[in-house]
């Protein structure tokens, strides 16, 4: 018999009883998510979930009074994470976005998710929300964005629920698979005679995981801050020190003495850095002087200005935010043409062959409110690159956020790991407006859908230390001291990072153990005979073997 039970059907309006048995108590969460555009839709993830025996309404009109496609769902959960999923199609000429949302009994309304639907074919939504308290009543609704009459058909829709302790789980797992390896230290004599009780300890000496934070010239000249940085993060990046505000306050007076001292800290204490950035839309950000210029003399001083700062940092950054938050501003392509981001990573990857080159946005992953910045326009802008000749490195996510929602940070990841780049979110922090405690809760959130996430390869936190503060959110206070974000960070980094191991070979003259990936020092004794030697754990299926001879 089915749990569940479809109470009526009356103009587009399903009310389902979600009833939970056994088979939903320990659900494996379902990474699979689909960018492209498809003839018919794929199955319902979960079977359908708690909505399994949902079917599809082809070719129903929403009249305008109506105006969307709704669910009633009775008797939610409270203390539960939904991951919801599903496919629409359009029957309009033109695409439109699509916004599924969520109002509770007591008014809440959730945004869960976002998509372009395109006419001819299948797209794929997924996101989800976080109910704290249960709802009696609750209306799942798709409207357009536009406020245009609704046309869709939806089909393989599915909701499925999570514990809190649940989704923690899927996370160790995947932390588990994606950020750790087992290895096998063989300990043998000279003869290849095979050595038991011998003492083995191992110890993680770094990471492989960039895990990093904004800089500022503040760092410069300050002897505590570049300790406390160093002790912590394995990369970074340039707050505004590279951004071209900085570098050319006025025209032709180019000036690299500051982030050239802040390369000689990361150098000298073995950081990657991030190259941030070479253009910025936002006609805010934009030099004043460049404002003024027009035509031609635009075009020049754009030409100087990548030349000038490709030439000058060539191979000395990892990554290039080369044409920064273009689905929200477009102060050059409105100036100088619809081709002027194109040819301006098409610059950059001839300068610099070597650097990653990123796209950059907000509000991909932190919201799905903002219809500039949906996961779809942001597959769609790296696809016109592509076209046009530049093939993407990786996908930059700023990460500013006020409320998380995990499923749908899940979900929108989910959705660009189709794409089979490199994720990165790269300026991540929780909003001032929050008190100090309920930013690093948040804070935490965050760094563990990244970290576990196994399409993610790097999170950036935006935490530049001024003299004033911080932009949004300070790890410390101006002295160093932990602010509850800090703790957070404090404790993640540790939880990470493979604890000091202690072990005897075997009979067989073998000790193994699992650790996080990064270098390792083993040191191995057996009465006065010592040996060291030095491993990593790299990212992959198979058991990494090290052979010592003692």
């Known amino acids: 018999?089915?749990?569940?039970?479809?109470?009526?059907?009356?103009?587009?309006?399903?009310?389902?009883?979600?009833?939970?048995?056994?088979?939903?108590?320990?659900?494996?969460?379902?990474?699979?998510?689909?960018?492209?555009?498809?003839?018919?839709?794929?199955?319902?993830?979960?079977?359908?979930?708690?909505?399994?025996?949902?079917?599809?309404?082809?070719?129903?009109?929403?009249?305008?009074?109506?105006?969307?496609?709704?669910?009633?769902?009775?008797?939610?959960?409270?203390?539960?994470?939904?991951?919801?999923?599903?496919?629409?199609?359009?029957?309009?000429?033109?695409?439109?976005?699509?916004?599924?949302?969520?109002?509770?009994?007591?008014?809440?309304?959730?945004?869960?998710?976002?998509?372009?639907?395109?006419?001819?074919c299948w797209s794929f939504l997924k996101g989800g929300f976080v109910l704290d308290f249960p709802s009696s009543y609750a209306l799942l609704y798709f409207k357009r964005t536009d406020g245009a009459m609704l046309n869709i058909s939806i089909s393989s829709v599915s909701l499925q629920p999570f514990t809190y302790q649940q989704w923690r789980k899927n996370q160790q797992d995947t932390i588990n698979k994606e950020r750790k390896c087992t290895a096998t230290i063989h300990i043998s004599d000279v003869q290849g005679e095979r050595v038991s009780g011998a003492s083995i300890t191992v110890e993680q000496v770094s990471t492989h995981f960039p895990l990093g934070s904004a800089i500022t010239k503040s760092i410069l000249g300050n002897p505590t801050y570049q300790k406390w940085f160093k002790e912590r993060f394995n990369a970074a990046v340039f707050e505004d020190e590279l951004k071209w505000y900085s570098t050319e306050r006025q025209q032709g007076e180019v000036n690299y003495t500051i982030p050239d001292q802040m390369l000689e800290f990361v150098r000298a204490n073995q950081i990657i850095a991030r190259g941030h950035n070479i253009f910025w839309e936002d006609p805010?950000?934009?030099?004043?002087?460049?404002?003024?210029?027009?035509?031609?003399?635009?075009?020049?001083?754009?030409?100087?200005?990548?030349?000038?700062?490709?030439?000058?940092?060539?191979?000395?950054?990892?990554?290039?935010?080369?044409d920064n938050?273009?689905?929200?501003?477009?102060?050059?392509?409105?100036?100088?043409?619809?081709?002027?981001?194109?040819?301006?990573?098409?610059?950059?990857?001839?300068?610099?062959?070597?650097?990653?080159?990123?796209?950059?946005?907000?509000?991909?992953?932190?919201?799905?409110?903002?219809?500039?910045?949906?996961?779809?326009?942001?597959?769609?802008?790296?696809?016109?690159?592509?076209?046009?000749?530049?093939?993407?490195?990786?996908?930059g996510l700023e990460g500013h956020f006020t409320v998380p929602n995990p499923p749908l940070i899940r979900a929108v990841l989910d959705k660009l790991a189709a794409l089979k780049l490199p994720i990165w979110l790269t300026e991540v922090d929780i909003s001032k407006n929050l008190d100090k405690e309920t930013q690093a809760r948040y804070l935490e959130m965050v760094l563990r859908e990244g970290f576990s996430h196994p399409g993610v390869n790097g999170i950036m936190l935006w935490t530049a230390l001024h003299p004033n503060g911080c932009y949004q959110m300070c790890l410390t206070d101006k002295h160093f001291n932990n602010l509850p974000a800090g703790v957070i960070v404090d404790n993640l980094l540790k939880e990470w990072k493979t604890e000091v191991v202690h072990g005897?070979?075997?009979?067989?003259?073998?000790?193994?153990?699992?650790?996080?990936?990064?270098e390792y020092n083993v040191t191995v004794k057996l009465g006065d005979r010592t040996a060291n030697s030095t491993f990593s754990l790299y990212r992959g299926d198979e058991t990494r073997h090290l052979y010592v001879q003692l």
């Open 1 to 120: 018999m089915n749990c569940q039970s479809l109470l009526f059907l009356s103009g587009l309006f399903f009310s389902i009883i979600p009833c939970f048995v056994a088979a939903y108590e320990e659900p494996v969460y379902d990474h699979s998510a689909y960018s492209e555009c498809k003839s018919v839709p794929e199955d319902a993830l979960y079977n359908g979930g708690i909505m399994k025996d949902y079917w599809t309404i082809k070719n129903e009109v929403i009249q305008p009074e109506n105006n969307s496609y709704n669910f009633v769902l009775n008797d939610l959960s409270g203390d539960t994470i939904y991951s919801f999923s599903s496919w629409v199609q359009i029957f309009d000429a033109d695409s439109a976005v699509i916004k599924a949302s969520l109002k509770t009994a007591n008014g809440t309304v959730k945004c869960i998710g976002n998509l372009i639907a395109r006419p001819g």
């Open 325 to 395: 938050e273009m689905l929200h501003y477009d102060f050059y392509e409105q100036r100088l043409g619809t081709n002027t981001s194109l040819e301006f990573f098409q610059t950059a990857q001839q300068l610099d062959p070597l650097a990653k080159l990123f796209m950059n946005d907000y509000n991909v992953v932190e919201t799905c409110n903002d219809m500039n910045s949906t996961v779809d326009a942001y597959i769609f802008k790296l696809r016109d690159l592509k076209q046009g000749g530049v093939f993407m490195d990786g996908i």
């Open 284 to 322: 805010r950000y934009v030099p004043s002087w460049v404002r003024n210029l027009t035509g031609p003399q635009l075009k020049s001083a754009v030409n100087s200005r990548i030349q000038s700062l490709m030439n000058k940092y060539k191979n000395e950054f990892i990554h290039w935010d080369v």
């Open 504 to 518: 005897e070979t075997d009979e067989h003259g073998s000790f193994s153990f699992s650790g996080f990936l990064g």
